[in-house]
């Protein structure tokens, strides 16, 4: 069941990635950054962008790394032996 879970996963995630759109923006984020800056309130440009909107991209990252080691422990059968009933720990020690 669990490897269910992650093949699907995995798929709605493969189909995600091969949907979005690659498209070059005109202008880009660099226009935007240096145009919107003081808006965050901070007094640097180069600090506005660490603070404000590179952690919002640093929590993006962490959530991904997340989600792909826990999808991988699934994959792989993580906790194997816990779905074993209790009871044959004990025919085995006889």
Same mark, same amino acid.
């Given at each position: 069941m669990? @490897?269910?879970?992650?093949a699907l996963l995995s798929g709605a995630l493969l189909l995600e990635l091969l949907t979005l759109d690659?498209?070059?923006?005109?202008?880009?984020?660099?226009a935007y950054y240096v145009s919107h800056? @003081?808006?965050v309130g901070i007094p640097n440009l180069v600090?506005?962008?660490l603070a404000d909107w590179r952690a919002y991209d640093s929590l993006g990252e962490a $959530?991904?790394?997340? $989600?792909a080691v826990t999808g991988f422990y699934?994959?792989?059968?993580?906790?194997?032996g816990e779905?074993?009933?209790r009871g044959q720990d004990e025919h085995k020690a006889r």
């Open positions: 669990k @490897r269910l879970i992650g690659y498209t070059k923006v005109i202008g880009g984020s660099y800056w @003081r808006d600090t506005a962008i $959530t991904l790394l997340f $989600t699934l994959l792989l059968g993580g906790g194997k779905d074993e009933p």
